[in-house]
């Protein structure tokens, strides 16, 4: 369903974005909605993208719309540090090699940090060697990986097959997301679980964190 700040956003409109943003805070939205909105927006931007209707200054110009929408978002998201005195365990986060794109998984992580989470986030274009030395050193039982760009989703696989010679498969969910990613994509990868919306993808975190014995409260 399209809504204004879905438009605005797609339309890149920036003064009429950040004004929607303010109203649907005030009028009681939650920041997953207003996320949502906006991500739809951007995926709109990326269509217009491939339909040669905008130019690769507009991708950079939705970044930086999106990035002003968190701006205003991150005070209102609520900090719970606690969780009941379980100690959530560490999730290990990255973009996969070749692939950039940050702001969706950045957005994932300061809503599981805001959660009480700690997140080791190893950045943009991570190899998948380096993704396992991490789940190794770490231990964590949750890796996440984000990929935007289709050609990069066979590095995912090679993450999976990686963690499989270490012997560490068995100790670790792997959690994909990103645009691209699909039913499809988790079963060419072998990942366990997919989500390409914040809600989804936050639901995910909080059924594995069940199923470990904790919980992780709603924003
Ligand atoms: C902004 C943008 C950029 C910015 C990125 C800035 C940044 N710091 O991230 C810039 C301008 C740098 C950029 C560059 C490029 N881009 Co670009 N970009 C986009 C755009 C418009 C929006 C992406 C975005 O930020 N969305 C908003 C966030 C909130 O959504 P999200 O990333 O999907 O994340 C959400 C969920 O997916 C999920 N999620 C994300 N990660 C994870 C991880 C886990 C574990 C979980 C559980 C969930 C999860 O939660 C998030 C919150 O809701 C997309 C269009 C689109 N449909 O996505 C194109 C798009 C991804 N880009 C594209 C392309 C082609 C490029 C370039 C190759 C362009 C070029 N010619 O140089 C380069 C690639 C550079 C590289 N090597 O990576 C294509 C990819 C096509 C394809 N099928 O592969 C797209 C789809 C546009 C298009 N339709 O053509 N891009």
Known sequence: MEDELQIAMADLDEEKTLRLVEERILAGSTSMDIIESCRRGVEIVGVKYSDSDYFLSDLIMSEEILKEVMRILEPHIPV????????????????????????????????????????HDLGVDVTPERFVQ????????????????SFCVGSIKKVVDLLIDAGLRDKVKVVVGGYPVNQEVKEFTGADFYANDVTE???????????AGGSVSER
């Open 80 to 119: 719970n540090g606690s969780n009941n005195g379980f100690v959530p365990p560490p999730i290990v986060m990255g973009t996969i090699e070749g692939d950039i794109h940050d702001l969706g998984k950045n957005i994932i992580i300061y809503l599981l940090r805001s959660s009480g989470f700690q997140v």
């Open 134 to 149: 991490a789940v190794n050193e770490t231990n964590a039982p949750i890796l996440g990986i984000s990929v935007l760009l």
């Open 201 to 211: 993808a936050l639901k995910i975190y909080r059924d594995i964190l069940e199923v």
